[in-house]
């Protein structure tokens, strides 16, 4: 299983975003958290509202690829870790996503 993290500035952002990697069949689903980031850009201390998004994919640098030609973002944080699922949740996603072990 691959997590995909990042954030951006808006509900309806990160719903077009979702909705474009399930489209794509990258994803097989995705959370979207209202989060508060802190950052230094370009000299200037930030604190922002933003929608933190996790998708959940067995295809990451699909996923990723994708994600970076469609984020909202200059520079957009994406990333990417392998972890461990339950089985039924990892049959599920292979299911979702057409894909076979």
Request: glycine share 2%; proline share 3%.
């Amino acid at each position: 299983m691959i997590l995909i993290y990042t954030t951006v500035s808006t509900k309806e952002q990160a719903r077009k975003m979702v909705l474009h990697l399930l489209e794509k069949n990258v994803i097989a689903c995705a959370t979207m958290t209202p989060t508060t980031s802190m950052y230094n850009w370009k000299g200037n201390l930030k604190e922002e509202d933003e929608i933190m998004v996790v998708c959940k994919t067995l295809m990451g640098e699909e996923a990723k690829k994708e994600l970076e030609t469609i984020h909202p973002y200059e520079t957009p944080c994406i990333l990417t870790q392998e972890i461990g699922s339950n089985t039924s949740f990892t049959t599920w996603v292979m299911n979702s996503l057409d894909q076979t072990l």
